[in-house]
């Protein structure tokens, strides 16, 4: 089955980094565009960087725009989410996802969250 398994949050200082990883299995990992979304305290889930199967410019929200970088891994079916100049807005629980059509349905697929918490 599908599983998608986030590690690599924890607390750092405003200014710091933190590298996300989501680690895949159970699909074609490389043909699949993969996703970090991100949930503050309190807000709705929103999506924070965007990586498709065949490469390309990769798609950030504005708020992380020269920040953050995603990328991925094809051979260990893993994607990555490197994260500089942590600002106490970026506090939120992260989420890799993926968009995976199985039999002609569309089927939306979540990690378990990894939590990043940035303060002084």
């Known amino acids: 089955q599908v599983q998608l398994v986030e590690s690599g949050g924890g607390l750092v200082q405003p200014g710091g980094s933190l590298r996300l990883s989501c680690a895949a299995s159970g699909f074609a990992f490389s043909s699949i565009t993969m996703s970090w979304y991100r949930q503050p305290p309190g807000k709705e889930r929103e999506l924070v960087a965007a990586v498709m199967s065949f490469g390309g410019s990769p798609n950030y929200a504005d708020s992380v725009k020269g920040r953050f970088t995603i990328s991925r891994d094809n051979a260990k079916n893993t994607v990555y989410l490197e994260m500089n100049s942590l600002k106490l807005e970026d506090t939120a629980v992260y989420y890799c996802?993926?968009?995976?059509?199985?039999?002609?349905?569309?089927?939306?697929?979540w990690g378990q969250g990894t939590q990043v918490t940035v303060s002084s």
């Open positions: 996802n993926a968009w995976i059509r199985a039999g002609g349905t569309w089927n939306n697929y």
